[in-house]
């Protein structure tokens, strides 16, 4: 059958994907998919809704932002819901997304009611006194986003809204395991006043997103996501901008002069928060030899009382992974770690698609659990004797986002902060905080741009100078 043929019997035929829950397998929602033969419709619809984005003044992009954050603020059960049933993330932590996600909606009308450029101050250079004038801060255009299921609401809001503030249209291409939330976002945009040509929301395969990608039309990729879809995307994408955080394998430091309980507690958290499918939570913690045991001891008694199971409980705190093939393949790494050397300390019992919280020490640095990043509900513990050999452990991986340490003392912090090779340095914090204002990404491979929503911002923005010669002078 010829191409044309086919793609014109493909969209007469509307398809649908169904949208599973993680923890029991019920469909929780279907969405309807967008086939490669339709993208360049959505090109199309694309390039008015641009034309329409760069016309809004900057009052108005604050204003949808504003009235669609307050619109899920009043909804947010629903999305927290929502967000339970499509990712298995538990109840307690998807409020707390929801709020997140409100709140970046709020940096993003103020940062485009704020940042509209600068006056270039031209006469204070020699051969320029007779000039004045300054740059703007312009769209680029249409913006490719693509998301990953772990934070479907408040990732999709950190690509969103930007680029809305910047007066940029947008292709959004959600995690198919996770689309519900997105949707739920994009509808609320377009309530508050948002042209639907703006935001265009695509369900659909790896050949539809790849024919947005390559499109000329489209001028920035912004990407959350693994390694090997971000080397393919940046073959794809030819000469526009990339934004990518390709995920990471946090070390957390604790120094002997640590408050262990502070530790403990913020470390459990960091390793087990959303099942440990973070990009930022606690895969390794390098425990200073004097306090290894005692902080042992503490740590497996904290993660003892963690209750795993239905996300929906109000009681859990660890809930399913996101599907039986991603817990089949955590479960590979950790028997061939322990098969390798790996103590087992506690968890790697799996009761449906929930691992229970696992703890290992004495992993092989040259494994698989300890090299990758994990994704899972397991944490490493390591003791080391100097400082130096801690940071040089830290900075083992070829990637990295966030990095924590736990001290007393200023110097050591502060050396911490400068020696660690990552994209931020928590300090007497565990690697996983992250507040949505400040600049987040990568360091080392696979490092592209930064989001947080004033520098992703500047990311899908370029300056534009007006410079004017006064006559006379």
């Not at 000469?239 to 430091?253: E, Q, R, T, W, Y």
């Not at 003892?304 to 929906?312: E, I, K, M, Q, Y």
Request: proline share 5%; hydrophobic share 40%.
């Amino acid at each position: 059958m010829p191409e044309s043929t086919l793609c014109a019997t493909e969209i007469a035929l509307p398809r649908f994907r169904e949208v599973t829950s993680p923890y029991d397998g019920r469909i929780v929602g279907t969405v309807p998919l967008t086939d490669a033969c339709a993208a360049d419709a959505v090109l199309e619809v694309a390039r008015a809704g641009a034309r329409k984005a760069r016309a809004l003044s900057r009052n108005t992009r604050g204003k949808i932002l504003d009235t669609a954050a307050t619109d899920i603020e009043r909804r947010s059960e629903e999305f927290a819901r929502t967000i339970v049933a499509e990712s298995g993330k538990t109840i307690r932590q998807a409020r707390k997304e929801v709020l997140r996600a409100v709140n970046t909606l709020r940096l993003s009308a103020a940062e485009a009611r704020r940042n509209a450029g600068e006056v270039i101050p031209f006469d204070s250079y020699e051969g320029s006194e007779d000039r004045t004038g300054w740059y703007s801060r312009e769209p680029l255009g249409i913006i490719a986003a693509i998301t990953p299921f772990n934070d479907p609401l408040n990732l999709v809001a950190h690509k969103i809204g930007p680029a809305i503030a910047g007066g940029n249209a947008v292709v959004l291409k959600p995690s198919a395991l996770t689309p519900l939330s997105a949707q739920l976002l994009a509808d609320a945009l377009v309530d508050a006043g948002l042209s639907p040509e703006v935001l265009t929301v695509v369900h659909g395969d790896r050949e539809v997103a790849e024919t947005i990608i390559r499109s000329r039309d489209v001028r920035m990729v912004s990407f959350t996501g693994g390694f090997s879809t971000g080397e393919s995307i940046a073959r794809a994408a030819g000469l526009k901008k990339l934004s990518m955080d390709l995920g990471g394998n946090a070390p957390v430091i604790v120094l002997s002069d640590a408050d262990i309980d502070d530790a403990v507690e913020s470390c459990v958290s960091g390793a087990f928060w959303a099942a440990g499918q973070n990009c930022v939570g606690v895969q390794r913690i390098l425990v200073a030899t004097p306090l290894y045991a005692d902080f042992r001891q503490r740590f497996l008694e904290a993660t003892a009382r963690l209750v795993s199971g239905d996300p929906s409980d109000e009681r859990t705190d660890v809930g399913p992974m996101i599907s039986p093939a991603a817990l089949d393949e955590l479960k590979a790494k950790l028997d061939e770690s322990i098969h390798d050397g790996a103590a087992l300390l506690a968890g790697n019992v799996r009761v449906g698609n929930v691992l229970e919280p696992t703890v290992l020490e004495a992993v092989p640095a040259d494994s698989r659990l300890w090299r990758e990043e994990v994704f899972g509900p397991v944490v490493m513990l390591h003791a080391f004797n100097t400082f130096e050999e801690a940071i040089e452990v830290a900075n083992a991986i070829e990637f990295s986002l966030h990095a924590g340490i736990f001290t007393d003392s200023l110097s050591n912090a502060m050396d911490a902060a400068r020696g660690i090779d990552a994209g931020g340095v928590m300090i007497n914090d565990s690697s996983d905080y992250r507040f949505d204002g400040m600049p987040f990404g990568g360091s080392k491979y696979g490092s592209l741009g930064r989001e947080g929503v004033h520098f992703a911002y500047e990311e899908m923005t370029q300056p534009k100078v007006v410079c004017i010669k006064n006559r006379g002078i």
